[in-house]
């Protein structure tokens, strides 16, 4: 009888034992694998934020220090002190629009706004050199980074367009060396907005009293009405190009709103609800959606891929350091 329940006590377990054991090791493991992935989920949400955040704000620190260039006049230039109403204003905008890598500046009579990137704009700023060497004395750059020299006009223009890959990037154009090139900046570009602070005091006292978009400049600009001169004065073309340049709504711009919205390369998380973008806030949305396409981002309305990515909205206001040469 000793040796029978020696026996039983050292038998080997059942099956219904074996099969616990393996039931609760399995979900152990399961268990164990849910965190791993969801861990790894939440770590490469971690990673894709903070390249949204490193792309943001790395192009408004582009835009911002190009903007405070704007106007910038080398006074230590020979013609410093030539006619300045005759001077271009320092900076330009288009609505909805893009262009074209080579043309000269933002003349691109090649890319309708059909073109633009979910309205896109374009961000046009010009500004003297420093420095009697071919590049500069380093104190003076574009948005490339190359320095721009005493005698050159200096340009810094900021664009949305489409790679290759067909995935829309923000641009730098630049001219260099007598020829226009553009590099891209920042990629994963959703649309790219810009607003004009218009001073509409008489006489300007420097502090914006509207934000308003390029066409509105544009048609503020056409509406002019030119003061009369005598002829032969008044048949003379530089003669009203002066006045124009001398009273147009671009010179009397003294600070720049601009917001862009980056999404991430990844695809976020299934069954998210889309989310609607204002640019400049609802109110500017709702006043203006329909004439200044762009400033209202509705996830809804991207293709079914492109809404399932986390998105950032990043703006900045910039005050104009130099005044626009020639404003009236």
Not at 70 to 96: C, I, K, Q, T, Y
Not at 156 to 180: D, H, P, Q, T
Not at 293 to 318: I, M
Request: proline share 4%; hydrophobic share 45%.
């Amino acid at each position: 009888m000793k040796q029978i329940r020696q026996t039983r006590r050292q038998r080997g377990a059942t099956i219904v034992e074996l099969m616990v054991a393996l039931t609760v090791g399995m979900l152990v493991l399961l268990m164990a694998g849910a965190m791993l992935l969801s861990a790894n989920a939440a770590y490469l949400a971690q990673v894709e934020a903070a390249a949204l955040d490193d792309a943001g704000r790395y192009a408004l620190e582009l835009i911002t220090r190009a903007a405070r260039q704007a106007s910038f006049v080398n006074w230590e230039r020979d013609d410093a002190g030539a006619d300045a109403s005759m001077a271009p204003a320092g900076l330009r905008g288009l609505d909805a629009r893009t262009l074209a890598r080579t043309s000269d500046a933002i003349d691109a009579t090649d890319n309708p706004p059909g073109d633009a990137v979910n309205g896109s704009d374009v961000l046009a700023l010009r500004f003297a050199g420093a420095g009697n060497a071919a590049g500069g004395d380093g104190s003076v750059l574009n948005c490339a980074g190359f320095g721009v020299g005493r005698y050159q006009q200096g340009w810094s223009i900021f664009y949305v367009a489409r790679n290759a890959a067909g995935e829309a990037e923000l641009r730098c154009k630049y001219r260099a060396n007598g020829s226009w090139s553009a590099d891209a900046i920042v990629g994963g570009i959703d649309t790219f907005q810009v607003l004009y602070g218009l001073d509409t005091d008489t006489p300007a006292d420097g502090v914006a009293n509207e934000y308003v978009s390029a066409a509105v400049l544009d048609e503020r600009d056409a509406a002019l009405i030119l003061p009369v001169l005598p002829a032969p004065t008044a048949a003379d073309p530089q003669v009203r190009e002066r006045e124009r340049l001398g009273r147009t709504h671009w010179k009397r711009v003294t600070s720049i709103r601009v917001a862009l919205v980056i999404h991430a390369t990844r695809r976020g998380l299934p069954g998210v609800d889309p989310r609607v973008f204002d640019l400049f806030g609802r109110a500017y949305s709702d006043a203006a959606a329909g004439t200044d396409p762009g400033v209202r981002l509705d996830e809804a309305q991207l293709p079914g891929e492109a809404r399932q990515r986390a998105r950032k909205l990043f703006a900045a206001t910039v005050l104009l350091r130099n005044a626009p040469a020639g404003a009236q």
